[in-house]
């Protein structure tokens, strides 16, 4: 059974089953529609929202990433599953893959976070959201709206955590902005 995480508010996976090492994060979105003169004429423009994870290790050091230009962690426990530029289509509009029992030691978590690669603000987007899906058995755990409208480009989602009985997921929600991963790290860095 799927959890609708509130901004803040934490999930254990270890509930969900010893067996749980295969993740899918999910992230979709649709464009807005803007309304021309007296309702006709409608049109849509392509935003380009961009999944990332980025890893750290138990002092807050960035360990690796993958992002549109990196489908794949060094060791290939982490992989995105290609850009989607448009948001078209029902569903996930990208995906990362995680294999919980191929990470690294070292990696203690990893922060999943979306940015507009094109500068457009959330404000043009509705139906946000991420998923957390249990790939073995391909049901979803845990789902976060992202659809919280404002002039931001980039939303810091979630984190998935090491804890002493297992990994727990914790939905952020913080608005950021910024093109790329890179330019999160700062807003990032409060939340490990």
């Not at 995906?95 to 979306?114: A, M, N």
């Given at each position: 059974m799927s959890v609708n995480l509130s901004k803040g508010q934490k999930v254990s996976l270890a509930k969900e089953g010893s067996s749980l090492n295969q993740l899918l994060m999910g992230l979709g979105w649709d464009v807005k529609k803007s309304k021309g003169l007296f309702g006709f004429g409608s049109r849509e423009q392509n935003v380009d929202l961009d999944a990332s994870a980025v890893l750290f290790d138990a002092k807050g050091r960035q360990v690796d990433q993958v992002w549109f230009r990196q489908l794949k962690t060094s060791n290939g426990s982490v992989i995105h599953t290609g850009d989607n530029r448009t948001g078209a289509g029902?569903?996930?509009?990208?995906?990362?893959?995680?294999?919980?029992?191929?990470?690294?030691?070292?990696?203690?978590?990893?922060?999943?976070?979306?940015?507009?690669?094109?500068?457009?603000?959330?404000?043009?987007?509705?139906?946000?959201?991420?998923?957390?899906?249990?790939?073995?058995?391909?049901?979803?755990?845990?789902?976060?709206?992202?659809?919280?409208?404002g002039s931001h480009t980039a939303m810091i989602m979630t984190k998935l955590y090491r804890q002493a009985g297992g990994w727990e997921f914790a939905a952020i929600g913080q608005n950021s902005s910024g093109r790329t991963f890179e330019s999160l790290l700062p807003d990032i860095k409060p939340h490990l």
């Open positions: 029902d569903g996930d509009d990208e995906q990362i893959l995680v294999q919980l029992d191929k990470l690294p030691q070292e990696v203690q978590s990893i922060v999943f976070v979306v940015n507009s690669f094109t500068g457009q603000s959330f404000d043009q987007v509705e139906n946000a959201f991420c998923r957390l899906v249990d790939r073995n058995s391909n049901q979803e755990i845990a789902r976060f709206n992202l659809s919280a409208q």
